[in-house]
């Protein structure tokens, strides 16, 4: 829309005298606009994988709520479930590229490009906005093993060679890559068994039939704090277990934990995605918002979508090694 | 403070004015779901989550498990009415009750189901009160191989579903194991038979199958008799909405096993309530003098199923108090808010918080209390469906099976499913193929596949793993048991008759 169009517009109201101020008004505010994009001015869609409810979602609720209420637009949390969040991916990779369809992600888009033959296929559909943060993740032994460390559970895989096994919530979830990632690291044998969701991964290692798992710090707490699992390091130290070594400092070269992030659709303007970016990093670092996120150890990384970018990149690379030496990916 | 303590101190808490306000809010919401099918306890419970948020947890929490348990006792009606499961669990009821409904008894199959639920209800919530601790380790002993001996019990059920012939039978529970295989494998993450449609990536949802195969298969049913004019009038009911003696008879044994029943398979994580439903209504229909009367209309088939459905949300809160740990979709959400209000589900829950755990239990008698007032005078008010003429009654049936299927995961391709579904629902009715045993194996096989996986990984494929324990033992005898029983049954009663005669 160019500024002649809004003058012939405006032209016929132009007599009245009262209204040649906002005449005026009216002829300077695309030439601001032109500026500084003016977005939003209709409702955004977040599109999300998972179900209402689930901890992806609180916690997209939690930011979109204050972005709503600052920009003064409505913004809808739209729930499209299934496939691992490829549902989800599939409708926003066709959707405008306005930044008013914008994707919330889990590590589960990285895996899934690592194990295409060429991650492009699976990424470049989407332009990165910004990272939100992680879910801290523990590496969690039971009772049965009676290990209390990194080097106490790898001396007991090594004696029980062969007869130990490690659980995860499924197959080439993110918990399972970190379980083939520890046992990468510690030079381990073990064996994969996958249950159904974390939970049920969990009672396995309670009950002594599994040796360790990789879960979320928020589901594995309670167990944690009756001492029926022990923690032998989580991705990132937290206030929560100040005792507990992060897995770097356990074992060298772990790298980055895959995050939840937005993605937006290929083609987004660059500006409204830095604006997008910007407002998540001011709500995340709110007090408030702070103050829920740290108590269930949620790892705030909100940046650039230049570094989410370059972050996301990474993180394929880095799958995509775990997934080839574990004989995972053999393309 | 001792446990008696806190549970005394739980009745005060559920007894405030405003507790009792929100225990009546989330039954009534709990119905008003079940009554409609798709819309399950889960979709109804998240849907609260944001209006919650800033509540005193223990009412907001209350509300919520009011929703969860109110559900189940909703799900019956529209089972029985119109052949649509309202919720998951009340499959096994669309069979009896439907035909209870046809003989004109709709009355007494929902007031047998209101009641049922109750008793069994309130059996489970005692089962809570006073088993939640112990019954922690009990569900922990159950591992893959434990898990593989119970599916393959409940699957030995299927043979008490065949209906006369045993060929069909087989047709019918492998077409059901077929389509449990659709999806991404839990142990390679491979996709199966999926086609190249993303949809299919997890599987074909039991609830788009269940509606297809009662609900449409109905309806498709229902337009050949009008077509041909043959078409029943919707019967009116006379009578009161009540049980006769006789009813009230046979009913009260199946509620009694199927509360126990139902808290049972509630506490093992990953069973559910439509498993109980169905080890209910198989079980009823063994110990039955006249079996031959099930899927044609029994008391027993509603009364048991109804009650095991609802005792097991009883049974699946042991684990979700004490253990942290959610036994199925409903459950899970439920942790999702307690997380939310900072409060983590688990061993230590009874002793940190025990006026919101025990309130929280406390509650449930009292709802169920409710549901059973709320849902006896409705009655009368849903039989009244049964005379909406059949050429509005049945674009209804399609509208509310659409919506529900829908509602689910919000995709297209489940409308197309309960079409196709419908058309095999049809097809199975005019060969005499059961519809059962592909809903049963559909539900099991899945679950069976994986355990069995996993037992096979920790024994580095040695089969003595499935009876290396005390509870696959038990299992495994019960299953054999369970299958020879229809031939050793009848040889036993020729020998006992020959017997007679000399």
Redesign the interface.
């Known amino acids: 829309m160019n500024v002649y169009n809004i003058k012939a517009a405006v032209m016929p109201v132009f007599p009245s005298c009262r209204t040649f101020p906002l005449f005026l008004c009216a002829l300077l505010l695309p030439l601001y606009a032109a500026a500084q994009p003016a977005y939003p001015v209709k409702p955004i869609r977040i599109v999300l994988g998972s179900t209402p409810g689930a901890s992806p979602d609180i916690l997209a609720r939690m930011i979109t709520t204050k972005m709503s209420e600052n920009w003064q637009q409505t913004v809808v949390i739209d729930n499209k479930v299934g496939a691992g969040g490829l549902i989800a991916a599939n409708l926003v990779a066709k959707a405008t590229p306005d930044g008013y369809t914008l994707l919330a992600t889990s590590p589960a888009i990285a895996i899934r490009a690592a194990l295409a033959s060429n991650p492009d296929d699976v990424l470049k559909d989407f332009s990165a906005v910004t990272e939100i943060g992680f879910s801290n993740t523990a590496l969690l032994a039971g009772p049965a093993s009676g290990a209390k460390s990194i080097r106490e559970i790898i001396a007991f895989a090594n004696a029980n060679h062969g007869k130990v096994f490690f659980a995860s919530g499924g197959a080439l979830t993110a918990d399972h890559i970190n379980g083939e990632r520890f046992r990468i690291a510690a030079g381990i044998k073990v064996q994969h068994v996958a249950f159904k969701g974390q939970s049920e991964a969990l009672i396995e290692v309670v009950a002594g039939r599994m040796l360790y798992t990789s879960a979320s710090l928020t589901s594995s707490m309670p167990f944690i704090k009756n001492g029926t699992l022990r923690v032998l390091a989580v991705a990132q130290r937290t206030p929560l277990l100040p005792d507990v070594p992060s897995m770097e400092e356990s074992l060298k070269g772990w790298g980055r934990n895959g995050s939840q992030a937005l993605l937006a659709p290929k083609g987004t303007p660059l500006a409204i995605r830095q604006k997008i970016s910007r407002e998540v990093a001011r709500i995340t670092s709110l007090p408030e918002i702070k103050e829920k996120l740290d108590a269930v150890s949620f790892g705030i990384t909100a940046n650039s979508p230049e570094q989410h970018e370059k972050n996301l990149r990474a993180d394929v690379a880095a799958f995509s090694r775990v997934l080839k030496e574990s004989g995972l990916k053999t393309n | 403070m001792d446990t008696f303590t806190h549970i005394m101190n739980g009745f005060v808490v559920a007894t405030e004015p405003m507790n009792l306000w929100y225990t009546f809010l989330g039954v009534l919401m709990g119905t008003i779901i079940g009554v409609l099918p798709g819309i399950g306890p889960?979709?109804g419970?998240?849907?609260l989550?944001?209006i919650t948020y800033g509540m005193n947890p223990t009412s907001a929490l209350i509300m919520m498990a009011g929703i969860y348990y109110g559900a189940k006792y909703g799900g019956s009606t529209t089972a029985i009415l119109i052949r649509t499961p309202g919720e998951a669990a009340s499959v096994m009821t669309s069979i009896d009750g439907y035909e209870m409904a046809k003989n004109g008894r709709a009355g007494a199959a929902l007031a047998v189901s209101a009641i049922g639920s109750f008793i069994a209800g309130t059996i489970g919530v005692i089962g809570l009160t006073l088993f939640a601790v112990p019954l922690t380790s009990m569900?922990?002993?159950f591992?893959?191989a434990e898990y593989f001996m119970l599916m393959l019990f409940a699957m030995t059920a299927v043979s008490t579903l065949t209906g006369d012939s045993p060929a069909k039978g087989v047709i019918a529970t492998i077409l059901g194991l077929m389509i449990a295989t659709i999806g991404?494998?839990?142990?390679?993450?491979q996709a199966r038979f999926t086609m190249g449609v993303?949809?299919f990536?997890?599987g074909v949802g039991f609830v788009v199958v269940v509606v297809g195969l009662f609900a449409m298969a109905e309806v498709l049913r229902g337009l050949e008799d009008i077509y041909r004019g043959s078409s029943a009038k919707a019967m009116r009911i006379t009578g009161k909405l009540w049980l006769t003696r006789e009813e009230w008879k046979r009913s009260i044994g199946p509620i009694w096993r199927g509360g126990i029943i139902g808290f049972v398979i509630g506490v093992l994580?990953?069973a559910g309530g439509t498993i109980a439903a169905i080890m209910s209504y198989t079980t009823e229909k063994r110990l039955s003098k006249h079996p031959e009367e099930f899927g044609k209309g029994a008391i027993e088939g509603v009364a048991g199923p109804e009650s095991a459905n609802n005792s097991d949300t009883a049974g699946a809160l042991v684990p979700l108090l004490t253990?942290?740990?959610?036994g199925g979709g409903a459950t899970?959400?439920l942790l999702?808010?307690f997380?939310?209000y900072?409060i983590?589900?688990?061993?230590?829950?009874f002793q940190t918080k025990p006026d919101l755990v025990w309130g929280l239990v406390n509650s449930m008698y009292i709802g169920n209390v409710m549901l059973v007032i709320l849902n006896l005078p409705l009655i009368g008010l849903f039989v009244r469906l049964l005379y909406i003429p059949q050429g509005i009654l049945y674009p209804l049936i399609v509208a509310i099976s659409a919506i529900g299927a829908y509602a689910i995961?919000?995709?297209t391709m489940d409308l197309w499913l309960i079409l196709a579904f419908g058309v095999v629902g049809y097809v199975f009715d005019k060969t005499g193929i059961p519809v059962a045993p592909l809903v049963l194996s559909l539900v099991l096989g899945g679950?069976m596949e994986?355990s069995f996986r996993?037992a096979m990984?920790?024994s580095s494929g040695d089969l003595k793993i499935f009876y290396g324990s005390t509870i696959t033992v038990v299992l495994l005898v019960m299953s054999v048991i369970s299958v020879l029983l229809p031939f050793v049954i009848p040889m036993l009663r020729k020998l006992g008759s020959k017997g007679d005669e000399s």
Do not use: C, F, R
């Not at chain 2, 991404?184 to 993450?189: M, N, V």
């Not at chain 2, 253990?323 to 959610?326: D, K, N, R, S, V």
């Open positions: 889960s979709a419970i998240a849907l989550i944001p569900a922990l002993k591992g893959p991404i494998d839990l142990q390679s993450g993303p949809e990536l997890d994580p990953g253990l942290g740990i959610p899970a959400v999702g808010a997380i939310m900072g983590q589900p688990g061993p230590l829950l995961n919000g995709s679950m994986q996993q990984t920790i």
